[in-house]
């Protein structure tokens, strides 16, 4: 546990629940690390003491314990199927305002791929408020790499128990909507034996029921048409039902982990080459996925020196394809077929770790999970409306030098830019508009959230051969 000091005057709100403790002084610090289950009990039994014998609002400096109780109780273990939908359930009952429980979608083994969507919600309010970015943390698309699927029940409980104390994790559940898949392939999770830190024979656990690796079964920005429809026949429940969640929210920012390497990498894990390995394949967008990578493996105190599994990889981060070369990864799907931006994570060198070391992983990773998730507030963010406001579905936000990636608008009209720190031309187009003129930017990414630039497009005129003025530019200039 660790103990973070607060004014009293927020102490005095953070009376919620029992395992909130106040206190007249910082007994101690402690870290997850060491001895976290023996440390926990201690702490809580000191505190009990210190908050019956302290009056609250006498206290000149407080502090309150964050709550990590759920890494030791109950004692570590790889939750179950069944056990994440009622680890969600409960969430969702004690937290109503935060925590929303659903299923993408079910798996060959008719297993329901459980997930839970968090953000603060105003009192009554079932609406979120406009251009409050969607994030997305998966992991276990590889059914025998299991540490990511445990890291994501602990940041679900993580940002639940301590939204009310925390202005970290209010800021965060305030203005982001964060969903979380801790398995993608939950078949292969039952088929994985804990402490196996290769693949079984034949990859069972690692590939779906079925058979298939999941990661292999996306639609790939390099096939051809036919190749795609070819496969669509054969896509796996899994595949389809990711691809659908992933489409049918405006996801802004993911992270999706892996396991048997330290590392993160970044998009593309192909070529048009096809080249096994050893040569980069970068996007567009190459400053924003290694500012997310840098983000994750600088945090994390084993990634960022980048020599772990007989693997060297320059400050723990590495582009997918210069690795190796694989088609029909989720990572690049996302990227190339939507607004969402998607680094693949590799948290262990043993893909099915022993539970016993869950506590000092979540201690690594707690603090890369949380920088990563407020990347989603860097660059710009705005409405594309038309002139009497309404919003403007489907319009293109495109920029400088990023021609090759213009970002969508949802149905709502928003959308999110995410952009490293420089200056930049902003235009939106859109179908049926004017194209708006180019919106010059200075993006700094020093504010908590990315900055507001809003368009409003005027609709096409036609003229009297029914010819847009907007294609007359184009046809009739001299
Ligand atoms: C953990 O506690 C045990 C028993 O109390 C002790 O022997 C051991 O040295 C402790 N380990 C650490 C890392 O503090
Ligand atoms: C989060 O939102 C709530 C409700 O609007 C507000 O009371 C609280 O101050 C906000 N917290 C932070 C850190 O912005
Ligand atoms: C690293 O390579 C050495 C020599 O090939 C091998 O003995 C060792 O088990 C490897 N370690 C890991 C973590 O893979
Ligand atoms: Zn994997």
Same mark, same amino acid.
């Given at each position: 546990?660790?103990?973070?000091?607060?004014?009293?005057?927020?102490?005095?709100?953070?009376?919620?629940?029992?395992?909130?403790?106040?206190?007249?002084?910082?007994?101690?610090?402690?870290?997850?690390?060491?001895?976290?289950?023996?440390?926990?009990?201690?702490?809580?039994?000191?505190?009990?003491?210190?908050?019956?014998?302290?009056?609250?609002?006498?206290?000149?400096?407080?502090?309150?314990?964050?709550?990590?109780?759920?890494?030791?109780?109950?004692?570590?273990?790889?939750?179950?199927?069944?056990?994440?939908?009622?680890?969600?359930?409960?969430?969702?009952?004690?937290?109503?305002?935060?925590?929303?429980?659903?299923?993408?979608?079910?798996?060959?083994?008719?297993?329901?791929?459980?997930?839970?969507?968090?953000?603060?919600?105003?009192?009554?309010?079932?609406?979120?408020?406009?251009?409050?970015?969607?994030?997305?943390?998966?992991?276990?698309?590889?059914?025998?790499?299991?540490?990511?699927?445990?890291?994501?029940?602990?940041?679900?409980?993580?940002?639940?128990?301590?939204?009310?104390?925390?202005?970290?994790?209010?800021?965060?559940?305030?203005?982001?909507?964060?969903?979380?898949?801790?398995?993608?392939? #939950?078949?292969?999770?039952?088929? &994985?034996?804990?402490?196996? =830190? %290769?693949?079984? /024979?034949?990859?069972?656990? +690692?590939?779906?029921?079925?058979?298939?690796?999941?990661?292999?079964?996306?639609?790939?920005?390099?096939?051809?048409?036919?190749?795609?429809?070819?496969?669509?026949?054969?896509?796996?429940?899994?595949?389809?039902?990711?691809?659908?969640?992933?489409?049918?929210?405006?996801?802004?920012?993911?992270?999706?982990?892996?396991?048997?390497?330290?590392?993160?990498?970044? #998009?593309?894990?192909?070529?048009? &080459?096809?080249?096994?390995? =050893? %040569?980069?394949? /970068?996007?567009?967008?190459? +400053?924003?996925?290694?500012?997310?990578?840098?983000?994750?493996?600088?945090?994390?105190?084993?990634?960022?020196?980048?020599?772990?599994?007989?693997?060297?990889?320059?400050?723990?981060?590495?582009?997918?394809?210069?690795?190796?070369?694989?088609?029909?990864?989720?990572?690049?799907?996302?990227?190339?077929?939507?607004?969402?931006?998607?680094?693949?994570?590799?948290?262990?060198?043993?893909?099915?770790?022993?539970?016993?070391?869950?506590?000092?992983?979540?201690?690594?990773?707690?603090?890369?999970?949380?920088?990563?998730?407020?990347?989603?507030?860097?660059?710009?963010?705005?409405?594309?409306?038309?002139?009497?406001?309404?919003?403007?579905?489907?319009?293109?936000?495109?920029?400088?030098?990023?021609?090759?990636?213009?970002?969508?608008?949802?149905?709502?009209?928003?959308?999110?830019?995410?952009?490293?720190?420089?200056?930049?031309?902003?235009?939106?187009?859109?179908?049926?508009?004017?194209?708006?003129?180019?919106?010059?930017?200075?993006?700094?990414?020093?504010?908590?959230?990315?900055?507001?630039?809003?368009?409003?497009?005027?609709?096409?005129?036609?003229?009297?051969?029914?010819?847009?003025?907007?294609?007359?530019?184009?046809?009739?200039?001299?």
């Amino acid at each position: 546990m660790r103990v973070i000091s607060l004014t009293p005057a927020q102490a005095t709100c953070a009376s919620f629940i029992s395992f909130i403790v106040i206190m007249t002084s910082i007994p101690k610090v402690i870290g997850v690390n060491a001895n976290s289950t023996a440390a926990a009990n201690n702490d809580a039994a000191i505190a009990d003491v210190a908050a019956a014998a302290t009056p609250k609002s006498a206290a000149p400096s407080v502090a309150i314990v964050e709550d990590e109780s759920f890494i030791t109780h109950p004692p570590p273990h790889y939750l179950d199927n069944g056990e994440i939908s009622a680890l969600f359930g409960k969430l969702q009952d004690l937290f109503p305002h935060l925590a929303t429980k659903y299923s993408i979608g079910k798996t060959v083994k008719g297993r329901q791929m459980h997930a839970l969507a968090l953000t603060a919600r105003s009192e009554n309010g079932k609406k979120v408020e406009l251009l409050r970015p969607l994030i997305k943390v998966t992991a276990n698309l590889h059914g025998d790499e299991t540490l990511g699927r445990q890291m994501v029940l602990f940041l679900a409980q993580y940002l639940t128990l301590n939204y009310a104390n925390v202005p970290e994790v209010q800021q965060l559940l305030n203005t982001t909507e964060i969903h979380l898949l801790p398995s993608c392939n #939950p078949d292969g999770f039952a088929a &994985a034996k804990e402490g196996n =830190c %290769e693949s079984l /024979l034949n990859y069972v656990g +690692r590939t779906n029921a079925a058979g298939i690796d999941l990661n292999r079964d996306f639609p790939d920005r390099l096939e051809n048409q036919q190749v795609t429809q070819l496969r669509s026949h054969r896509r796996q429940p899994e595949t389809a039902a990711i691809i659908n969640w992933v489409l049918s929210k405006p996801f802004v920012l993911s992270a999706n982990f892996h396991g048997g390497a330290i590392v993160a990498s970044y #998009p593309y894990d192909n070529s048009i &080459a096809h080249h096994e390995c =050893c %040569e980069e394949s /970068l996007t567009p967008d190459d +400053r924003v996925f290694k500012l997310m990578a840098h983000t994750y493996a600088n945090n994390h105190p084993i990634m960022r020196q980048g020599h772990s599994c007989n693997d060297t990889f320059t400050d723990g981060i590495t582009n997918g394809a210069h690795w190796y070369e694989l088609n029909g990864g989720m990572q690049d799907f996302n990227y190339a077929y939507t607004n969402c931006f998607e680094l693949t994570i590799e948290l262990s060198c043993c893909k099915f770790p022993t539970a016993a070391t869950l506590p000092a992983e979540w201690a690594r990773n707690k603090r890369s999970l949380l920088q990563l998730l407020k990347l989603a507030h860097v660059g710009v963010k705005g409405l594309v409306t038309d002139a009497s406001g309404y919003p403007i579905t489907d319009a293109s936000i495109v920029v400088s030098g990023l021609e090759d990636k213009p970002i969508r608008t949802t149905k709502r009209g928003e959308y999110w830019r995410l952009l490293t720190p420089g200056l930049y031309n902003v235009q939106a187009l859109a179908f049926g508009y004017q194209p708006s003129e180019p919106k010059q930017v200075h993006v700094t990414n020093e504010n908590s959230e990315a900055l507001r630039l809003d368009f409003t497009l005027s609709p096409l005129e036609t003229n009297y051969d029914g010819i847009s003025s907007f294609y007359g530019q184009y046809f009739f200039r001299h």
